[in-house]
């Protein structure tokens, strides 16, 4: 059972990496808590001074024995540009570090990141922003051959542990990756907050094969797997309903390539205390995607999490409803993020938290 599992993933990651396939983004059901992986020009949007986020997502562990996972480490910083107007203009500057990973064979994508953005006032009487910003990356990607195994190592017998004669590239390789976005955020009354914001990633369209166009061993193999354009967008709102509670309903559209997925849902916030900041989340979500099946539902989210001092803490469940769960079980995945905002101004004015 152990050998099927290994050799169906073993197929799968063969061809998204080695043919002409076009890649895709992993990605975080609370895409909220990874902001800069979301869009650049969200940096310096959290309404602190500084902020320090980890995310990590476990996925199909009941039916893998090494689950896939995906981490990511990112931190922002505002700056001031006068001390003099109410609202003054602010810039941004971030780093992010971004981890992909089939455990099984070691097939790594890694993202080192600096971000820059720039955030103009445009009224002085209540918050009124448009922002940009631009993300300039190293991406990087291996895998470790010692755990694949091909036909000729079979010695008739029991094992697989003669040599092949397989003609392998490069196991190790990176690319510079580019991406840009805007941001637009208006809170025209205490309690009241709109944001909407669009970014365009892998403009470039980098090519992801470990088989390099000048590397080749095999002058007709085919050596292109271009990583697609990604367009994200979303829309999101923060309305207070009374005076501990408050509703944020989001929506998240994600297009690369063939694929496309939405996210859609409403996170309710309740405050436990009206002179404290302490408060707990609890949000349901619908995903929803287009794939060789059609456009439909594919996974229905459970968040939940709170918010503590300078702390934000947050959990996920995806259940996929997907007709594939009808031939294998455990495609679920568990989201992990934790947040902290340091020298807060304004915790109830910027981004969605969580």
Same mark, same amino acid.
């Given at each position: 059972?152990k050998?099927l599992?290994?050799?169906?993933?073993?197929?799968?990651?063969?061809?998204?990496?080695?043919?002409?396939?076009?890649?895709?983004?992993?990605?975080?059901?609370?895409?909220?808590?990874s902001?800069?992986?979301?869009?650049?020009?969200?940096?310096?949007?959290s309404?602190?001074?500084?902020?320090?986020?980890?995310?990590?997502?476990?996925?199909?562990?009941?039916?893998?024995?090494?689950?896939?996972?995906?981490?990511?480490?990112?931190?922002d910083?505002r700056?001031?540009?006068?001390?003099?107007?109410?609202?003054?203009?602010?810039?941004?500057?971030?780093?992010?570090?971004?981890?992909?990973?089939?455990?099984?064979?070691?097939?790594?994508?890694?993202?080192i990141?600096?971000?820059?953005?720039?955030?103009?006032?445009?009224?002085?009487?209540?918050?009124?922003?448009?922002?940009?910003g631009?993300?300039?990356g190293?991406?990087?990607?291996?895998?470790?051959?010692?755990?694949?195994?091909?036909?000729?190592?079979?010695?008739?017998?029991?094992?697989?542990?003669?040599?092949?004669?397989?003609?392998?590239?490069?196991?190790?390789?990176?690319?510079?990756?580019?991406?840009?976005?805007?941001?637009?955020?208006?809170?025209?009354?205490?309690?009241?907050?709109?944001?909407?914001?669009?970014?365009?990633?892998h403009f470039?369209?980098?090519?992801? =094969?470990?088989?390099?166009?000048d590397?080749?061993?095999?002058? +007709?193999?085919?050596?292109? #797997? @271009?990583?697609?354009?990604? $367009? /994200?967008?979303?829309?999101s709102?923060?309305?207070?309903?009374?005076?501990?509670?408050?509703?944020?309903?989001?929506?998240?559209?994600?297009?690369?390539?063939?694929?496309?997925?939405?996210?859609?849902?409403?996170?309710?916030?309740?405050?436990?205390?009206?002179?404290?900041?302490?408060?707990?989340?609890?949000?349901?979500?619908?995903?929803?995607?287009?794939?060789?099946?059609?456009?439909?539902?594919?996974?229905?989210?459970v968040?939940?999490?709170?918010?503590?001092?300078?702390?934000?803490i947050?959990? =996920?469940?995806?259940?996929?409803?997907?007709?594939?769960?009808? +031939?294998?079980?455990?495609? #679920? @995945?568990?989201?992990?993020? $934790? /947040?902290?905002?340091g020298?807060?101004?304004?915790y109830?004015?910027?981004?969605?938290?969580?």
């Open positions: 059972m050998f599992k290994n050799l169906t993933l073993l197929l799968f990651m063969i061809i998204a990496s080695f043919s002409v396939v076009n890649s895709q983004d992993a990605h975080f059901s609370q895409f909220y808590a902001p800069l992986t979301l869009n650049p020009a969200l940096a310096a949007t309404g602190s001074a500084y902020r320090v986020a980890l995310n990590y997502r476990d996925q199909w562990r009941s039916a893998l024995d090494d689950p896939l996972r995906t981490f990511s480490v990112q931190g910083l700056y001031q540009m006068d001390e003099v107007s109410k609202r003054p203009d602010f810039a941004g500057l971030g780093f992010q570090f971004y981890s992909d990973q089939v455990t099984t064979f070691d097939l790594n994508t890694n993202q990141a600096v971000i820059g953005s720039y955030h103009k006032s445009l009224s002085e009487k209540f918050d009124h922003y448009i922002g940009g631009i993300k300039f190293l991406l990087q990607k291996s895998i470790n051959y010692e755990d694949l195994f091909f036909e000729d190592q079979f010695n008739a017998i029991d094992a697989y542990n003669l040599s092949t004669g397989e003609l392998l590239p490069a196991n190790n390789f990176a690319v510079l990756d580019l991406e840009v976005g805007i941001n637009y955020i208006i809170e025209p009354d205490k309690g009241k907050q709109y944001m909407a914001g669009v970014s365009l990633a470039t369209a980098p090519n992801v =094969s470990f088989y390099r166009v590397e080749t061993p095999n002058p +007709d193999l085919i050596r292109e #797997n @271009a990583l697609f354009t990604k $367009i /994200t967008g979303y829309l709102g923060s309305f207070a309903t009374g005076q501990r509670t408050d509703v944020q309903p989001r929506l998240l559209f994600l297009s690369q390539g063939p694929h496309t997925e939405i996210n859609l849902g409403t996170n309710f916030r309740y405050s436990l205390s009206l002179k404290e900041g302490n408060k707990v989340h609890f949000g349901p979500w619908l995903r929803m995607v287009d794939n060789v099946d059609g456009f439909g539902l594919e996974s229905i989210v968040a939940t999490g709170v918010e503590v001092g300078n702390f934000v947050g959990l =996920s469940y995806d259940h996929n409803i997907s007709d594939l769960v009808q +031939d294998r079980s455990g495609l #679920n @995945a568990f989201e992990l993020s $934790i /947040t902290f905002l020298d807060i101004d304004d109830d004015g910027w981004c969605p938290k969580f």
